[in-house]
């Protein structure tokens, strides 16, 4: 006894093909995060380098890939076997919804210009809290000019001289 006549297969499977399974493609896809490769830009940096990575963060709001406020861009290191999310600092002279968003963040190995490295961005997240947006987990030394003079933080707790490329301080 057959449960489906074999007439009907081909029409069934259209119905599936043409219909089901795209609405099951996007359903997933709506609502599973998205990462990508950071790529390494020009110069090579060391570890614990403050760099940063420019988002064409528009076009992620304009594709419905990511949220307006940026909460949901994250950025990620994978070593191998753990996922790390590193705090991430907003560019005082870049937006959220710009074509060049830009984050900073410290790296936590070497980059080798030019390459793709084991960081990752992280975004299409619509649950997405407050993500880690430390200053002092990005930078050594930091001056808020945007806030006037005299806000200079200096974490190096008066232990010495510390030598970043390319200067010394």
Same mark, same amino acid.
């Given at each position: 006894?057959?449960?489906?006549?074999?007439?009907?297969? &081909?029409?069934?499977?259209?119905?599936?093909?043409?219909?089901?399974?795209?609405? #099951?493609?996007?359903?997933?896809?709506?609502?599973?995060?998205? #990462?990508?490769?950071?790529?390494?830009?020009?110069?090579?940096?060391?570890?614990?380098?403050?760099?940063?990575?420019?988002?064409?963060?528009?076009?992620?709001?304009?594709?419905?890939?990511?949220?307006?406020?940026?909460?949901?861009? @994250?950025?990620?290191?994978?070593?191998?076997?753990?996922?790390?999310?590193?705090?991430?600092?907003?560019?005082?002279?870049?937006?959220? =919804?710009?074509?060049?968003?830009?984050?900073?963040? @410290?790296?936590?190995?070497?980059?080798?210009?030019?390459?793709?490295?084991?960081? +990752?961005?992280?975004?299409?997240?619509?649950?997405?809290?407050?993500? &880690?947006?430390?200053?002092? =987990?990005? +930078?050594?030394?930091?001056?808020?000019?945007?806030?006037?003079?005299?806000?200079?933080?200096?974490?190096?707790?008066?232990?010495? +001289?510390?030598?970043?490329? &390319? +200067?010394?301080?």
């Amino acid at each position: 006894r057959r449960v489906l006549p074999l007439e009907a297969i &081909p029409g069934l499977n259209t119905f599936v093909l043409y219909f089901a399974l795209p609405c #099951m493609l996007f359903r997933f896809g709506a609502t599973t995060p998205v #990462m990508q490769y950071v790529t390494a830009g020009a110069v090579d940096s060391p570890t614990g380098y403050t760099t940063s990575v420019v988002v064409d963060h528009a076009a992620l709001v304009t594709s419905d890939l990511s949220l307006a406020s940026g909460n949901d861009l @994250r950025l990620f290191r994978y070593d191998g076997s753990t996922w790390t999310e590193l705090d991430r600092v907003l560019d005082s002279a870049s937006a959220w =919804n710009s074509a060049t968003t830009t984050l900073w963040f @410290r790296t936590q190995e070497e980059i080798l210009a030019g390459t793709t490295v084991s960081y +990752w961005l992280y975004y299409a997240d619509p649950a997405a809290g407050s993500p &880690p947006a430390n200053p002092d =987990n990005v +930078w050594l030394l930091r001056e808020g000019f945007e806030s006037g003079l005299g806000s200079f933080t200096d974490r190096t707790d008066g232990t010495g +001289w510390y030598t970043a490329q &390319p +200067w010394t301080r």
